[in-house]
């Protein structure tokens, strides 16, 4: 099978089980294809230092070491961070950090998109 150019799309709050469930599809999407996650809007709250298993949700971590394992990139929205006034956690994997102009290109080339 082809790669194909996946643009996979957090923009859920991190206070259920979405953004964990999501992380875990990109993990194994990011095996076999090219794969860039974008947190944006409320989804930019997933990627602070914020204790998950306060509230009986798994971290994110080993799926943030994992991804730091492949070759997927991940974006956090720039306008969502301002906005809301948040600072990122310090992560193993790179976290770029775009506006929304640029996270529209992605998407408009992406061949899948996958929205949470």
Same mark, same amino acid.
């Given at each position: ?5 996946? &643009?996979?799309?957090?923009? /859920? +709050?991190?206070? =259920?089980?979405?953004?964990? !469930? @999501?992380?875990?599809?990109? &993990?194994?999407? =990011?095996?076999?294809? +090219?794969? #860039?996650?974008?947190?944006?809007? *409320?989804?930019?709250? #997933?990627?602070?230092?914020?204790? $998950? ?5 798994? $971290?994110?971590?080993? =799926?943030?070491? @994992?991804?730091?394992? #492949?070759?997927? @990139?991940?974006?956090? !929205? !720039? ?12 992560? /193993? ?5 775009? $506006?929304?102009? *640029?996270?529209?290109?992605? &998407?408009? +080339?992406? *061949?899948? &998109?996958? #929205?949470?």
């Amino acid at each position: 099978m082809a790669k194909k150019k996946i &643009v996979l799309i957090i923009k /859920s +709050n991190p206070f =259920s089980w979405k953004a964990f !469930e @999501a992380l875990r599809q990109a &993990v194994g999407l =990011s095996m076999g294809h +090219n794969l #860039t996650i974008v947190f944006m809007k *409320e989804g930019v709250y #997933t990627l602070t230092d914020w204790k $998950p298993e306060m509230i009986g949700i798994e $971290p994110i971590d080993k =799926s943030m070491e @994992a991804l730091g394992m #492949t070759e997927a @990139a991940v974006i956090a !929205e !720039e306008e969502a961070i301002r906005e809301r006034g948040i600072k990122l956690k310090q992560w /193993s994997i790179e976290i770029e950090i775009k $506006p929304k102009e *640029e996270i529209c290109e992605l &998407v408009e +080339n992406a *061949e899948v &998109v996958i #929205t949470w």
